[in-house]
């Protein structure tokens, strides 16, 4: 269960995505780019003291701020700060003390944060001397840590674990175990509260969030179909004439942590405004967490025939990092479609957490391999020799051979594809991991 959010803040350059990748143990795209999205995006998830975290980096926001730019994406992540549990304010012990720390260090005062130093890049030098200059800034007690050879890590990771209420519900998973957990998110006013309020029925009435919290999610069972569900829905559950969406205020935290928890996602989009580049980052998120997906497209009911033809090519075109998902196109206000999304959402489901038996996954890899063999690599090609499945949610493909690690990504994504069309496993990424022996050419 998530328990922490932890935002790492700092000019360019002073460390950030080294500790992020040390934290998240990646070094993959997750701080870089994928196609179909124009910005990065940072966030990822790790475990500490048997609790699992989640770490954003903020990127360019410092420089943002500065510059009073006026983005969805500066202002989410300055809201990402603001709920944050623990913010790390990162320096470069090398480079000393520059104006950019000074900024930040007053953009942080201004939001109301209290934040923890932490001087990166100390390694051989004098721990006195490394922090003598930032003195300046005001913070006491920072870490030294050097995030590219790990020194410091575990005191970070103490205090990570140090003070601060965990928002863990074992008494609700307990009580809600075996119930396939769905989360309702989109940008604001999209129609995500009209979409859960039809699910529910109008009239029932669920208790909002409580005043003062800033990540808490609404937690509400129902049944489709003889199957029960819980429903998480971060905007908060209300009767219809209390839904004010244009008040509603995107919450980046609350989004990462019902992405976290639930079983399946749905996507929910407003045809009527357009696919923005939210909608997109929104479906990176969940990409990059490996969740089944449904996307629901939502008030298809009011654009004309020409207008629906230009928004399904815009879809096919923008998120094609997630034709892995299953597109619904619905009224949420008059309940056009929602029976197809709640079968897409089983169907998800069921593909997510599917058992692959290891002789047929060999049998499919055997053909896709007849079908397009793996590109050259120099002299040589890659030869995958058998693969098996390493776990669910979603199913992950370990495939064993030589010379893998010179496997592109085109071909990783054409037997990602593969897997799926063969498997029918739509709704859910497939994750593959590459195996080769010591010898990548060895026969």
């Known amino acids: 269960m998530f328990t922490k959010s932890i935002v790492l803040v700092g ?40 609790k699992k975290h989640i770490v954003i980096d903020t990127g360019g926001w410092e420089e943002a701020q500065s510059e009073s730019v006026e983005s969805d994406m500066v202002k989410q992540t300055v ?18 003390l520059l104006p950019r720390d000074i900024e930040i260090a007053s953009n942080l005062r201004r939001l109301g944060k209290i934040a923890i130093l932490v001087v990166n890049k100390a390694e051989g030098l004098d721990s006195d001397l490394a922090l003598s ?21 575990f005191e970070l990771m103490n205090r990570i674990s140090e003070g601060g209420e965990s928002c863990d519900l074992p008494e609700l998973e307990i009580k809600n175990k075996g119930k396939t957990k769905i989360a309702v998110i989109g940008k604001p006013n999209v129609g995500k509260s009209t979409l859960v309020n039809y699910l529910l029925g109008e009239e029932r009435l669920i208790t909002r969030d409580e005043p003062g919290t800033t990540r808490d999610s609404i937690f509400v069972d129902f049944s489709y179909r003889k199957t029960d569900y819980l429903l998480i829905d971060t905007a908060g559950v209300r009767k219809k004439s209390k839904v004010v969406d244009d008040v509603e205020k995107f919450s980046v935290i609350k989004t990462l942590h019902s992405i976290n928890i639930a079983d399946v996602i749905i996507l929910t989009i407003d045809a009527s405004s357009g696919l923005s580049e939210q909608d997109a980052r929104l479906g990176g998120y969940v990409f990059e967490a490996g969740k089944a997906l449904v ?15 230009f928004f399904k090519d815009t879809i096919q075109e923008k998120l094609k990092f997630l ?10 206000l008059t309940g ?3 029976n197809q999304l709640l079968r897409g959402v089983q169907t998800a489901f069921k593909a997510a957490t599917t058992h692959l038996s290891s002789a047929r996954l060999n049998r499919v890899l055997r053909d896709a391999v007849e079908r397009q063999s793996p590109p050259m690599s120099g002299r040589y090609r890659p030869k995958l020799k058998f693969a098996h499945q390493g776990g669910t949610s979603p199913p992950r493909i370990i495939i064993h051979g030589n010379g893998l690690q010179k496997i592109p990504n085109s071909y990783r994504r054409f037997l990602q594809n593969f897997f799926i069309e063969n498997f029918a496993l739509k709704g859910t990424p497939v994750k593959l991991i590459f195996r080769s022996s010591e010898n990548p050419y060895a026969r």
């Open 11 to 50: 000019r360019s350059n002073v460390g950030k995505s080294t500790l992020f990748n040390r934290l998240t143990k990646s070094r993959d795209a997750i701080v870089g780019k994928r196609a179909g999205l124009t910005r990065d995006r940072h966030f990822g998830f790790f475990n500490s003291d048997q």
């Open 79 to 96: 809201q990402a700060v603001v709920e944050a549990d623990t913010v790390f304010f990162m320096v470069d012990a090398r480079a000393g």
């Open 133 to 153: 200059e930032f003195s300046a800034l005001g913070y006491g007690d920072p870490l030294i840590i050097s995030a590219l050879h790990g020194d410091g890590i």
């Open 295 to 309: 996307v629901a497209v939502n008030k298809w009911d009011i654009l004309s025939n020409l207008e629906k033809k």
């Open 323 to 332: 034709s892995f998902s299953d597109t619904v196109y619905i009224s949420a």
């Open 336 to 338: 056009v479609g929602v």
